[in-house]
């Protein structure tokens, strides 16, 4: 994802200042329907509108910060998934993504599965109705007391990543009398991110049981002989915001591998194979992410085609798409505060919000995009940098972008493609309060996760 440091008619600076990012659009009314969600657009007075709903509209109810969730993007996200991967496949969404109780009913609605990581994630899905048999449950370090709370609720399955934990699992369901569901991740080999993948120096992590040293192939002898345990599969995951197939296609390669090993030592043939999420989506105009029907036809594919060769029956093959479902859905919605020029450098837009309600430019160097979108405006593009209120230099939402040159405050600016790893990473740094997160379809809003008071953060105050 490289991009020209570049140049034409910025307003501040004869050569522009280093830094990531493109040409200064021609037109900054214009939104790219590549990193808004699908109901956004501008109505005839320039104002966007989310649901056919004016953000104008939006922020006079809700307030700013805020993140808008566009209900029929994520529904038609959820069903693009599931019909490509079709009735021979499973899709599990993500949770750590973004998880309410709303989005867990919408997951239900509409097919899906849910993967969740944690007591707190499992806790809200089986609290708002989700079926525990298609719930799967990962972490790398799952408490006696969750692993509990998942056996006795009936968890479709329940994803091993290590050896204590194939035992402590055993143990919990054989005390309940049950034979729990099991997969084992393994890691590959294989690290993928963006566009690049690299299948060296990949052990050196913390999830998962290698295949290397045979490591893997200790683990499903364990589990074959624990009576608590059903051993259904073999999971792995690569990585995050993934753009090229190349590494799914080792790590698919190398989980079959494991299961024709599995098949000649132990004459089982394990019948299922999980192979994560991390598929990537448009935070900017230059990302360019693979529809569903291509992600599930080239994993298909692989698939078969390994599986042919090994003698294999294919196994039934499950996903884990997080933020390709939630992110491009929802964007988040600020009042600019003040408007800084720093001559020959760049203009510094504060917004009412920041690291508190997304970390990720901080924490990854994450790249976003944003705009205006109280009003249009015909002025020069301006190179922004778009900054919080938080108590920290490094506290940067979008670091390099353009904006018209009569921002002024008071105007809403909005950042898209927020819908996966913001609110669900949220902090209240500076006792900030976490923005709400408003669900909007066919004209109506409504507040799925409310926004935090005072009250709130003063209730675990003690003394
Ligand atoms: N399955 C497993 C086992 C995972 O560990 C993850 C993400 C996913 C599925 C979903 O991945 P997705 O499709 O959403 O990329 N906080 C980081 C992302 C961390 C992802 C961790 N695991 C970010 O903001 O980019």
């Not at 291509?294 to 594919?301: D, H, P, T, V």
């Not at 670091?399 to 790893?421: C, S």
């Amino acid at each position: 994802m490289s991009r020209s440091a570049h140049p034409a008619g910025p307003r501040h600076a004869d050569v522009l200042p280093e830094g990531h990012y493109s040409a200064p659009p021609t037109d900054l009314n214009t939104l790219d329907e590549k990193v808004w969600a699908r109901t956004v657009g501008r109505n005839d007075e320039g104002t966007v509108t989310v649901g056919g709903i004016e953000v104008t509209r939006l922020a006079e109810e809700f307030g700013t910060p805020a993140y808008f969730l566009d209900e029929t993007d994520f529904r038609a996200r959820c069903r693009a998934w599931a019909e490509a991967f079709g009735k021979d496949a499973d899709v599990f969404y993500a949770g750590k993504a973004f998880l309410s109780r709303a989005v867990v009913r919408w997951l239900k609605e509409e097919g899906l599965n849910l993967d969740v990581c944690s007591g707190g994630e499992l806790a809200t899905a089986l609290g708002a109705g989700m079926p525990a048999e298609r719930i799967a449950f990962h972490g790398n370090n799952k408490s006696e007391r969750e692993i509990r709370r998942a056996v006795e609720a009936g968890v479709g399955r329940i994803v091993l990543d290590s050896f204590q934990e194939i035992v402590r699992v055993a143990h919990v369901a054989q005390e309940l009398g049950v034979r729990q569901r099991v997969q084992i991740r393994v890691t590959v080999g294989v690290e993928a991110h963006t566009h690049e993948f690299i299948a060296t120096a990949h052990e050196d992590q913390k999830f998962g049981i290698a295949l290397a040293g045979g490591q893997a192939a200790e683990a499903v002898r364990r589990a074959l002989r624990l009576d608590g345990l059903e051993l259904i599969g073999i999971h792995s995951h690569i990585g995050s915001q993934i753009f090229d197939m190349a590494g799914f296609e080792v790590s698919a390669r190398r989980v079959v591998q494991l299961l024709a090993e599995v098949r000649d030592e132990h004459g089982v043939e394990l019948p299922e194979i999980d192979l994560g999420g991390g598929l990537g989506i448009a935070y900017t105009s230059d990302d360019d992410p693979r529809e569903p029907h291509e992600i599930a036809k080239a994993l298909g594919e692989i698939v078969t085609r390994e599986c042919e060769s090994a003698g294999l029956r294919t196994p039934r093959i499950s996903v884990e798409p997080g933020r390709a479902i939630v992110g491009p859905t929802a964007f988040t919605l600020y009042e600019v505060g003040t408007v800084k020029h720093l001559e020959g450098l760049r203009t510094y837009v504060s917004v009412d919000g920041g690291m508190s309600d997304n970390i990720r430019t901080a924490l990854y160097d994450a790249e976003y995009s944003v705009a205006l979108v109280s009003r249009t405006s015909d002025a020069e593009p301006m190179l922004s940098r778009v900054v919080g209120k938080h108590c920290e230099s490094g506290d940067i939402v979008v670091k390099d972008a353009f904006l018209p040159a009569d921002l002024a405050p008071g105007d809403l600016i909005a950042v898209p493609a927020t819908g996966a790893y913001c609110r669900s990473m949220a902090s209240n740094y500076n006792h900030a309060l976490r923005p709400p997160v408003v669900a909007v379809r066919d004209g109506a809003a409504r507040v799925i996760v409310r926004r935090e008071t005072e009250e709130d953060l003063l209730r675990l105050d003690v003394g």
